[in-house]
């Protein structure tokens, strides 16, 4: 159920975030701020170690001897962790490796750190998530 609320802002900061509105394309004001509030909820959820929801993506190099190995080896240590994972041979070079994960944010940052820091890993992110912490 929706409520209603009003929000004073000062004349400059409402002109600039009028054109973040803009910017990213949001239908309305309300929208802009819903989804800025969520943001901060998720952000506060893996700052306090909460129960997180976090997807891991990897490019790697596959002819560097060992990687796809260690990739393997690291996601074995955090299996309780891993919801699945998805390897994609994106060319004759490169894989694309997603790995989904669930629980603790430090875990999940541990995991994600683990395997973005493995050489050979050209470029890695970790996409913070969460449900909003009612549903684990
Ligand atoms: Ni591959």
């Not at 943001?39 to 891991?56: D, F, P």
């Not at 690291?74 to 004759?92: A, E, G, K």
Request: include cysteine.
């Amino acid at each position: 159920m929706l409520k209603r609320f009003s929000i004073s802002l000062e004349e400059d900061l409402l002109e600039n975030f009028d054109a973040y509105i803009l910017q990213h394309r949001y239908s309305n004001r309300s929208e802009a701020v819903r989804d800025l509030i969520r943001k901060s909820l998720v952000r506060e959820e893996w700052e306090s170690n909460s129960q997180v929801v976090g997807v891991i993506t990897l490019v790697y190099d596959h002819h560097r001897p060992q990687l796809q190995e260690k990739v393997t080896e690291l996601q074995h240590r955090f299996y309780n962790i891993i919801t699945s994972s998805t390897h994609v041979h994106m060319d004759h070079d490169n894989c694309l490796e997603v790995t989904i994960t669930k629980g603790k944010a430090s875990d999940v940052q541990e995991l994600a750190q683990g395997l973005i820091a493995l050489k050979g890993v050209k470029d890695g992110n970790l996409t913070m998530s969460s449900t909003g912490g009612k549903l684990y």
